[in-house]
C-alpha cells in the first residue's frame, strides 16, 4: 500500500512563502506523474500543480508564476515551493498522482491571512 505524508504547511501572511514536502512510499515513484492538490474551505480538491517523470511541470493559472514544483526520485520526495502566497491559497495540501488514486494522506494545512 502506498503512503503519502506531506508537510511544511502553515500560517503566513500575505505576500509569504512556504516550502511543503511529501514522502511518497512506493517503489516505482519515478514512474508517476505526481501532482499536488489543494482544497479550499466549502471546495472539492483541485490539482495546482503537476510534475512529470521527467521533471516537466505545470501548473493552473492561480498559481503559475508563483509555485514551483519538483521532485526527487532518488528519494522518493516530492516538494511545492509557494511564493507570494495570497489568502485565496488557503486550504489543504496533498500530494498525489495526477489520476488521485493513491491513498489520500492526511494533507498538510495552509493558512494565508491578509
Known amino acids: 500500500q502506498v503512503h503519502l505524508v506531506e508537510s511544511g504547511g502553515g500560517s503566513v501572511q500575505s505576500g509569504g512563502s512556504l516550502r511543503l514536502a511529501c514522502a511518497v512510499s512506493?517503489?516505482?515513484?519515478?514512474?508517476?506523474?505526481m501532482g499536488w492538490w489543494r482544497q479550499a474551505p466549502g471546495k472539492q480538491r483541485e490539482l495546482v500543480a503537476r510534475v512529470f517523470t521527467g521533471g516537466y511541470t505545470l501548473y493552473t493559472d492561480s498559481v503559475k508564476g508563483r509555485f514551483t514544483i519538483s521532485r526527487d526520485n532518488d528519494r522518493r520526495m516530492m516538494y511545492l515551493q509557494m511564493n507570494g502566497l495570497k489568502p485565496e491559497d488557503t486550504g489543504i495540501y496533498y500530494c498525489?498522482?495526477?489520476?488521485?488514486?493513491?491513498?489520500w494522506g492526511q494533507g498538510t494545512q495552509v493558512t494565508v491571512s491578509s
Open positions: 498525489n498522482n495526477v489520476r488521485g488514486d493513491m491513498s
Open positions: 512506493v517503489t516505482n515513484f519515478a514512474t508517476y506523474v
